[in-house]
């Protein structure tokens, strides 16, 4: 079974920088997509940035320009590169894998943002 592991998180300035990392375990396969989610307390979870086989990156809004996705070209890896970081940011945020009809969740890290 798939097994995605986060870190990374922690806790900074507003305008400061974290590098989140998920390392997958469990699967020979590339997910169709890999991306991040976050929750913050008492809000809805909402998906801030995933990319496909393809290359194609998708950002929410307010994260355009602030942060990068990025994944390995052949391991199931993905990282968040979150500059310029706003109280906002502030969330609980989990890897997220898709492979066909499969989904696979990390246990999530912690961004707290200080204001």
């Known amino acids: 079974q798939v097994q995605l592991a986060e870190s990374g998180g922690g806790m900074v300035q507003p305008g400061g920088s974290l590098n989140l990392s998920c390392v997958s375990s469990?699967?020979?396969?590339?997910?169709?997509?890999m991306g991040w989610y976050r929750q913050a307390p008492g809000k809805e979870r909402e998906l801030v940035a995933s990319?496909?086989?393809?290359?194609?990156?998708y950002y929410i809004d307010s994260v355009k320009g602030r942060f990068t996705i990025s994944r390995h070209k052949t391991r199931n890896t993905v990282y968040l590169q979150m500059n310029s970081l706003k109280p906002e940011d502030t969330a609980d945020y989990y890897c997220?894998?898709?492979?066909?009809?499969?989904?696979?969740w990390g246990q999530g890290t912690q961004v707290t943002v200080s204001s």
């Open positions: 997220n894998a898709k492979l066909h009809a499969l989904t696979f």
């Open positions: 469990g699967s020979i396969f590339r997910f169709d997509v």
């Open positions: 990319m496909s086989t393809g290359s194609n990156p």
